[in-house]
Nanobody, 116 residues
Framework: QVQLVESGGGLVQPGGSLRLACAAS????????MGWYRQAPGKQRELVAG???????NYADSAKGRFTISRDVAKNTVYLQMNSLRSEDTAVYYC??????????WGQGTQVTVSS
């Protein structure tokens, strides 16, 4: 089992920034990739950004140029730096890890609200 603990959500004004963190623990041997998803009310969960253990990254079009995903290998932690936040970024953000054999684990979610 893998446990994920997320932090860093909150309320921010449009144009502001937040940094989310997700620390993984437990049976992390075989971890292949980590990522952030989000789910807004009434919408499906969608990928925001992902990073492989090799450091390759991918982003949703809505995140490109504004969000940066990074990881601290020693701490088994993945970060999502979010800049120039917009009201449409409001959602619950979930951390996800994907193991080499296909098993996936989810964090509990952290609320991000962008509002003036």
């Amino acid at each position: 089992q893998v446990q994920l603990v997320e932090s860093g959500g909150g309320l921010v004004q449009p144009g502001g920034s937040l940094r989310l963190a997700c620390a993984a623990s437990g049976s992390i041997f075989g971890l292949n990739a980590m990522g952030w998803y989000r789910q807004a009310p009434g919408k499906q969960r969608e990928l925001v950004a992902g990073i492989t253990v090799g450091g390759l990254t991918n982003y949703a079009d809505s995140a490109k140029g504004r969000f940066t995903i990074s990881r601290d290998v020693a701490k088994n932690t993945v970060y999502l730096q979010m800049n120039s936040l917009r009201s449409e970024d409001t959602a619950v953000y979930y951390c996800n890890v994907l193991m080499r054999w296909g098993t996936s684990y989810w964090g509990q979610g952290t609320q991000v609200t962008v509002s003036s």
